[in-house]
């Protein structure tokens, strides 16, 4: 197959090499490049921040919007492209009326080129990705999640990493039908670059300046593990708002915070495992407390640490012994951990999945064992955002092998996506808890019924929102566990609230 990549020689980034060589990856393919005969350069402002950012941050890695000459494309330059079978074309604004060659061209918010980008990064909000597809009509690809607004760099390696997804998929015929009922009314023409871009070093700023002096006033927000006893009978699918004074929260020294709760019970006791992480490292660990039958809890203490950071827990019993799935992006895979001796003696027994995975959550469903999971792109070009992205994995043990969907990412959503505790059935269907972060990191949750799910599908339906009503100050939750316990439901949860609330409410061992 051969497949023409037309660009813009005035905005030429790292990025668009990244899919040129996952592109030539596959078998049988060629990949070609040529340049539109229109240049529209990038707008000044933005290259400015962009130039400005990348002087004051120097991250390491290869960075998507690095700028390039046209001579990094020497070894794939083709003046003609009529011969091709497929065309991506990434400087056009529209796709021609009668194109002779299948085309490809990404959309922002329903808007072709960068303009349309830039403009809705520059307001701090992720555009709605689609690829036009002059055979096969508009396709959606999802709504990514912009993890930090301030920065105009970072947020935008995110979105075009589900470009690169988006494109690779469409190109490679496996993208959703373009009947998904998820497609929005894009409506006029996003605007232009007039707003925001002057003002955005200075909210940078503003916002550095309000976060230090939340910290000299003990008011800037934390993240908190809380639990509550739930009565026999409630609905587990109910949403709406929760109240703060309804939970007993995990008290701490102030020198950590405790977030990602996962419950596992023994006799008349429930052991809550959680990340903790001490300011002074930085590097979360995986710590456990108890829940007495009487109401009142044990200090944390730690279980498991490794050379990386670890999170979310995810405790589980199976075939006869007590498992751990923790977080361990940083290490490159996701290991499977044993109890040697539960609940503080932990061993690595297996590298399950080798790719940086976050929130692996296993469940089973059709006689196999799955695991939900986020990822940040495919090889070469993981710049995504943590949240938004959708991945999973199948096997018959959980030693493996374990093998990738095959239409991974299943699902790019910000509101949607991302685990946020383990898989339930209810009623005979199986329902995920997710993280809603489309306001931000962890500031809701929904329950999702998964509707379809088989080796070349996954689709689900989200059912309920919770969340902390308006003006209380606290945000979350961003995990949810529960299990039976005593005639009820014990129910823990994370969330992120301002220290002097959280000093309000009732706290650790007390009943």
Same mark, same amino acid.
């Given at each position: 197959?051969?497949?023409?990549?037309?660009?813009?020689?005035?905005?030429?980034?790292r990025w668009?090499?990244?899919?040129?060589?996952?592109?030539?990856?596959?078998a049988?393919?060629?990949?070609?490049?040529?340049?539109?005969p229109?240049?529209?350069?990038?707008?000044?402002?933005?290259?400015?921040?962009?130039?400005?950012?990348?002087?004051?941050?120097?991250?390491?890695?290869?960075?998507?919007?690095? +700028?390039?000459?046209?001579?990094?494309?020497?070894?794939?330059?083709?003046?003609?492209?009529d011969?091709?079978?497929?065309?991506?074309?990434?400087?056009?604004?529209?796709?021609?009326?009668?194109?002779r060659?299948?085309t490809? +061209?990404?959309?922002?918010?329903?808007?072709?080129?960068?303009?349309?980008?830039?403009?809705?990064?520059?307001?701090?909000?992720?555009?709605?990705?689609?690829v036009?597809?002059?055979?096969?009509?508009?396709?959606?690809?999802?709504?990514?999640?912009?993890?930090?607004?301030?920065?105009?760099?970072?947020s935008?390696?995110?979105? +075009?990493?589900?470009?690169?997804?988006?494109?690779?998929?469409?190109?490679?015929?496996?993208?959703?039908?373009?009947?998904?009922?998820?497609?929005?009314?894009?409506?006029?023409?996003?605007?232009?670059?007039?707003?925001?871009?002057a003002?955005?070093?200075?909210?940078?700023?503003?916002?550095?300046?309000?976060r230090?002096?939340?910290?000299?006033?003990?008011?800037?927000?934390?993240?908190?593990?809380?639990?509550?006893?739930?009565?026999?009978?409630?609905?587990?699918?109910?949403?709406?708002?929760?109240?703060l004074?309804?939970?007993?929260?995990?008290a701490?020294?102030?020198q950590?915070?405790?977030?990602?709760?996962?419950?596992?019970?023994?006799?008349?006791?429930?052991d809550?495992?959680?990340e903790?992480l001490p300011?002074?490292?930085?590097?979360?660990?995986?710590?456990v407390?108890?829940?007495?039958?009487?109401?009142?809890?044990?200090?944390p203490?730690?279980?498991?640490?490794?050379?990386?950071?670890?999170?979310?827990?995810?405790?589980?019993?199976?075939d006869?012994a007590?498992?751990?799935?923790p977080?361990?992006?940083?290490?490159?895979?996701?290991?499977?951990y044993?109890?040697?001796?539960?609940?503080?003696?932990?061993e690595? +027994?297996?590298?399950i999945?080798?790719?940086?995975?976050?929130?692996?959550?296993?469940?089973?469903?059709g006689?196999r064992?799955?695991?939900?999971?986020?990822?940040?792109?495919p090889?070469?070009?993981?710049?995504?955002?943590?949240?938004?992205?959708?991945?999973l994995?199948?096997?018959?043990?959980?030693?493996?092998?374990?093998?990738?969907?095959?239409?991974n990412?299943?699902?790019?959503?910000?509101?949607?996506?991302?685990p946020?505790?383990?898989?339930?059935?209810?009623?005979?269907s199986?329902?995920?808890?997710?993280?809603?972060?489309?306001?931000g990191?962890?500031?809701?949750?929904?329950?999702?019924?998964?509707?379809?799910?088989?080796?070349?599908?996954?689709?689900?339906?989200?059912?309920?929102?919770?969340?902390?009503?308006?003006?209380?100050?606290?945000?979350?939750?961003?995990?949810?566990?529960?299990?039976?316990?005593?005639?009820?439901?014990?129910?823990?949860?994370?969330?992120?609230?301002?220290?002097?609330?959280?000093?309000?409410?009732?706290?650790?061992?007390?009943v």
């Open positions: 197959m051969h497949i023409a990549l037309i660009l813009d020689a005035s905005r030429l980034w668009h090499l990244t899919l040129i060589d996952l592109l030539s990856a596959r049988d393919t060629r990949v070609t490049v040529a340049f539109s229109v240049q529209r350069p990038l707008d000044p402002a933005v290259g400015l921040v962009l130039m400005l950012e990348a002087s004051i941050t120097r991250r390491a890695g290869v960075q998507p919007f690095e +700028v390039l000459r046209p001579a990094a494309f020497d070894r794939w330059y083709h003046e003609a492209h011969a091709c079978d497929l065309v991506i074309d990434l400087a056009a604004l529209e796709l021609d009326d009668n194109p060659t299948r490809l +061209v990404p959309l922002y918010n329903g808007v072709a080129g960068g303009s349309a980008f830039w403009s809705a990064i520059l307001d701090g909000t992720a555009p709605f990705l689609s036009l597809d002059s055979i096969h009509g508009v396709i959606a690809v999802g709504q990514p999640a912009i993890e930090a607004p301030h920065a105009l760099g970072l935008a390696g995110g979105v +075009v990493t589900r470009v690169i997804s988006g494109l690779l998929a469409a190109s490679a015929g496996s993208a959703p039908a373009s009947t998904t009922p998820f497609l929005p009314d894009f409506g006029a023409r996003a605007p232009g670059l007039t707003m925001a871009a003002n955005l070093l200075g909210r940078k700023v503003t916002s550095k300046a309000r230090f002096l939340d910290r000299q006033l003990a008011s800037a927000p934390q993240w908190a593990t809380a639990w509550r006893m739930r009565k026999a009978g409630f609905d587990p699918l109910a949403g709406g708002d929760l109240s004074s309804d939970f007993k929260v995990l701490d020294d102030g950590r915070f405790f977030a990602d709760p996962f419950l596992f019970a023994q006799g008349d006791d429930i809550v495992f959680v903790e300011y002074a490292t930085g590097r979360g660990i995986i710590s407390f108890t829940v007495r039958a009487d109401g009142t809890a044990t200090p203490r730690p279980v498991l640490e490794a050379p990386h950071h670890l999170s979310y827990p995810h405790v589980f019993s199976r006869g007590i498992w751990m799935l977080e361990g992006h940083a290490s490159g895979g996701l290991t499977l044993r109890a040697a001796r539960y609940p503080d003696q932990w690595a +027994v297996a590298r999945i080798d790719e940086p995975v976050h929130d692996a959550t296993l469940f089973e469903h006689g064992l799955w695991i939900a999971a986020n990822t940040e792109g090889a070469g070009a993981r710049w995504g955002s943590s949240w938004d992205s959708l991945s994995f199948s096997a018959q043990t959980l030693f493996g092998p374990w093998t990738p969907h095959g239409g990412p299943v699902l790019i959503d910000a509101g949607s996506a991302r946020a505790g383990a898989v339930f059935s209810h009623e005979g199986l329902y995920r808890s997710v993280q809603d972060c489309r306001g990191y962890g500031v809701a949750l929904g329950i999702a019924k998964i509707t379809r799910l088989d080796d070349g599908n996954f689709a689900q339906q989200v059912v309920s929102r919770l969340s902390f009503a308006a003006g209380t100050g606290a945000a979350g939750p961003h995990t949810l566990s529960r299990i039976d316990y005593s005639g009820g439901t014990f129910e823990a949860i994370d969330l992120f609230a301002p220290a002097r609330q959280l000093a309000t409410v009732g706290r650790g061992n007390q």
